[in-house]
């Protein structure tokens, strides 16, 4: 046997070197030390003991669907929480840095207990889930989150006072969160020095805005929409990029808006509030503005001129406010616009002939409401007053197919200042309303069989006449067709029925004649839709058609059971007669080959031989084997 012996001071240091080796290895986990480096060697980082047991409190506050959290556990094979689903931890220390579980059908309630070890979060992202986050009003986390993702999550009724600690937070969304409170004054007038984005909208949030005009230079996107707000606008920042304050009961004039003046604003929506008085003339700040829409105010007087240098400007929304004089010429200069509603205002004048080539990429254009006279200028395709342009199929955007998707808007906005606005679907769909314009005995034009992509056709109340194109068609993407109290005659088109994709048509009070086309999507819709056209006959409406027997109400129930009768003994002669010729067909072709070819008889009944030979020998065995087995047994 070896012995090692240490002598001396150095061997002394030696060995307490050695010990104090292991010590720490033992001890690193706690010490927050590890030993990969890099997100090569990420599947070998150890979080540490503490905020690992502190995620798994969570995990029992949790309801969890589809087995999202699988992988979090306490046994050796998922103890390593860096390695968990939605955990992500830094790759120098083994801190969890974020925790990213959004739509991860997730339920139940969490607690403040529950984050108190996780001093290093920064990320919180749990939105569009079924989470409630009870957390006490004094509670102040250990950790200052960068971004807060909390959408659909339970926060309210009050107001999460916990963000108000957050100073470094440049991300905060707590939409459709419950929230039924006023906006703390003092913390929305000072909000976070590297603030980007503040979303509340959705919400229940009451009472008045304070001012924000002091927000720092990068904060940039404030969402408010769908809430009970009111008052005058605040003063907001000169730098906003996106700026929604829609469905709440904001009033008051719009002049606060000019503050906005840094250039960078490309998003605005205060649609649907209480705001009134004249549009200010200072749209020159706003270069950039993508989205305009004032809908569903009190606004009033005429359009100012500074409008017209909106040249990037895609979407313009007026729609139900009291705007008066001409059609806005400066309009014309907006070469970017797709999607326009001037509807419901007090516009007069003639339409202008310049709108199809000045404006270009124009997809939805909505003039219903307004105080527009003469008739749809005949510069533009040289027709005849009172009738609808058969140049419709000159709108490009909806007569030629592009992506499978008919929505004008569906996607991200980049912000100019590098600030990022999730837009989602803004405007859904293309369509023509011509309603209530009152065109004198025109025809509809065939030519709109050329708008592929058109989804909503709106030609009610008006005096057209003539049939339905039979090209109608054509319009596959065709999702509602009303062409209601006007004076169509003759059939419906057959082709008609080829509308896979209608759920909304409308054809009353015409003079529509002949049967109703068969097929389920006509047949779908109830007889109110199709009232008022007295020469119309099938279903869904009660009215039959000549042609079709319309036999006593008792006879159908008789003519009935002697159909199902006749078809019944019709049945039974097949049946018998295919059994019968079956039986023929196997009994002679196996005892007729055996008559007919003897060397097929001989073997045939040497294989019968030899079958008996072998039942009868396997039968002497297994008795002789039970006999002998039963004798021994004794």
């Not at 995620?55 to 094979?77: I, M, Q, T």
């Not at 001409?326 to 907006?334: A, E, I, Q, V």
């Amino acid at each position: 046997m070896t012995v090692i012996t240490f002598t001396g001071g150095s061997s002394l240091k030696l060995l307490q070197a050695i010990v104090f080796l292991m010590l720490l290895l033992h001890l690193r986990p706690a010490l927050g030390f590890i030993s990969s480096v890099g997100d090569a060697d990420s599947d070998n980082i150890r979080c540490l003991d503490g905020e690992r047991q502190a995620l798994l409190k969570p995990k029992k506050g949790f309801l969890v669907a589809y087995g999202n959290l699988s992988s979090w556990g306490s046994g050796d094979e998922t103890k390593h929480c860096c390695n968990w689903k939605g955990v992500h931890c830094s790759n120098q220390t083994g801190h969890v840095l974020e925790l990213r579980l959004g739509f991860s059908y997730l339920g139940g309630v969490i607690s403040e207990a529950k984050f108190s070890n996780l001093s290093k979060l920064r990320h919180l992202q749990l939105s569009d889930n079924s989470l409630t986050l009870e957390f006490d009003f004094n509670w102040a986390p250990p950790f200052q989150l960068d971004e807060i993702y909390l959408r659909s999550c339970k926060l309210g009724p009050t107001f999460p006072n916990w963000i108000l600690t957050q100073s470094n937070v440049t991300t905060i969304d707590i939409s459709h969160a419950e929230i039924s409170d006023t906006i703390p004054t003092e913390w929305f007038s000072n909000l976070p020095p590297k603030l980007v984005l503040l979303n509340l909208s959705c919400n229940q949030v009451h009472g008045l805005l304070p001012n924000v005009s002091k927000m720092p230079l990068n904060a940039h996107t404030i969402d408010l929409n769908a809430n009970h707000l009111e008052g005058p606008l605040p003063l907001f920042s000169t730098n906003l990029s996106s700026l929604s304050l829609s469905k709440n009961q904001f009033s008051g004039s719009l002049t606060p808006l000019c503050k906005i003046n840094g250039g960078l604003l490309g998003f605005l929506d205060l649609s649907d509030n209480l705001f009134s008085g004249a549009l200010p003339n200072c749209f020159m700040h706003w270069p950039n503005l993508f989205i305009l829409n004032l809908a569903g105010n009190n606004l009033s007087g005429e359009v100012p001129s500074s409008l017209g240098l909106l040249s990037m400007l895609v979407t313009l929304s007026l729609r139900n406010n009291n705007f008066s004089g001409d059609f806005p010429l400066s309009l014309k200069n907006c070469s970017s616009l797709k999607f326009m509603d001037l509807g419901n205002n007090k516009f007069s004048g003639k339409v202008p002939a310049w709108i199809v080539e000045g404006l270009p990429q124009l997809i939805v254009l909505i003039l219903r409401s307004n105080k527009f006279n003469g008739s749809i200028p005949w510069h533009i395709c040289q027709l005849k007053s009172g009738t609808i342009p058969q140049c419709l199929n000159n709108f490009t955007a909806m007569a030629h197919k592009g992506k499978s998707s008919s929505n004008l808007f569906d996607g991200d906005y980049l912000g100019t200042a590098g600030g990022y606005v999730c837009m989602g679907i803004y405007v859904d769909s293309a369509m023509v309303v011509l309603k209530g314009s009152e065109y004198e005995y025109g025809k509809l034009p065939s030519e709109i069989s050329s708008l592929l992509e058109l989804v909503v056709l709106n030609v009610s109340k008006n005096n057209l006449i003539g049939e339905i194109p039979q090209m109608i068609s054509q319009l596959k993407q065709l999702e509602s067709l009303d062409m209601s109290w006007n004076r169509f005659s003759r059939e419906i088109p057959s082709s008609m029925s080829e509308l896979q994709f209608l759920s909304h048509l409308d054809l009353p009070y015409n003079n529509l004649s002949g049967k109703i086309p068969s097929s389920t999507q006509l047949q779908g819709f109830d007889a109110t839709h199709f009232i008022g056209n007295w020469a119309l006959c099938g279903l869904p409406i009660t009215q039959k058609c000549p042609s079709e027997e319309t036999p006593s109400q008792s006879e159908p129930t008789d003519d009935g059971s002697k159909d199902v009768e006749k078809d019944k003994d019709e049945f039974k002669k097949w049946f018998y007669a295919g059994a019968g010729l079956g039986y023929i067909v196997s009994f002679w072709s196996v005892c007729g080959s055996l008559l007919l070819k003897q060397s097929w008889r001989h073997a045939y009944f040497l294989l019968l031989d030899s079958l008996k030979d072998w039942i009868y020998a396997t039968m002497v065995v297994n008795k002789a084997r039970l006999w002998k087995k039963f004798q021994n047994q004794g």
